[in-house]
């Protein structure tokens, strides 16, 4: 996969679903028109078709539709993918699985919109309040990625991508903001771990600790 099209290196500026809209219909008709490779000796058939959908989906949708296969397998929020080994059967199953799978993404990130919007500090914040802010935001959406992940292997990565984006959608510039997360998280969250609070309470006011930049 191209790394330009891979949902790790997407700021949130290009998956916001506000003031987009989704057409499950629409997005069939993309999937259903790209045949499955047939088998071979590598067993990438798989792969090579979720890059082909990603690549028709971003053509015709935008680049929000590039997590639509971010397993929770793998720590994503999308169940109704596994892997492309097992996800990608016949022509007859796999269209409607990959988009039983978009439509997963597109709920979670308007899921994501409505938090970071409610836990906005809102225009114009004092340091102070900016702070109080950020440091409930981090607490509140670390919480809610291990309820869509289910703590699986992994899920500490998309957790940083979702706490990235919230500092985003305040006006932190993505680069700074990566590197704020992965700062204040220091490699304490694991996978199938659920982190005690204080640990929790710990990286949010690590991060919270920016918010005068």
């Known amino acids: 996969m191209n790394e330009e099209?891979?949902?790790?290196?997407q700021r949130w500026a290009d998956l916001n679903p506000t003031g987009r809209t989704f057409d499950a219909d629409a997005a069939y008709d993309v999937v259903a028109a790209i045949p499955i490779p047939p088998q071979d000796e590598e067993?990438?058939?798989g792969y090579r078709y979720q890059d082909a959908v990603t690549r028709a989906l971003v053509d015709r949708f935008g680049l929000w539709t590039v997590g639509w296969n971010d397993s929770t397998h793998h720590?994503?929020?999308?169940?109704?993918?596994?892997?492309?080994s097992h996800s990608v059967t016949t022509m007859d199953e796999t269209p409607d699985r990959v988009v039983d799978s978009l439509e997963?993404?597109?709920?979670?990130?308007?899921?994501?919109a409505e938090?970071?919007?409610?836990?906005?500090?809102?225009?114009?914040?004092?340091?102070e309040h900016e702070q109080w802010a950020w440091e409930r935001a981090v607490a509140r959406l670390v919480t809610l990625v291990l309820d869509r992940t289910s703590c699986e292997a992994g899920w500490y990565g998309h957790c940083r991508l979702v706490l990235r984006w919230y500092l985003e959608s305040t006006g932190a510039e993505p680069d700074q903001a990566q590197e704020w997360v992965d700062e204040a998280i220091g490699g304490r969250f694991e996978s199938w771990r659920e982190p005690r609070l204080p640990l929790i309470n710990d990286v949010a006011e690590r991060i919270a600790a920016h918010a005068d930049r």
């Open 5 to 9: 099209l891979w949902w790790r290196n």
């Open 43 to 45: 067993q990438m058939r």
């Open 75 to 84: 720590g994503g929020p999308v169940a109704a993918w596994c892997c492309p």
């Open 104 to 112: 997963e993404w597109w709920d979670w990130l308007g899921e994501l």
């Open 115 to 127: 938090k970071f919007d409610r836990l906005s500090p809102g225009p114009n914040p004092s340091p």
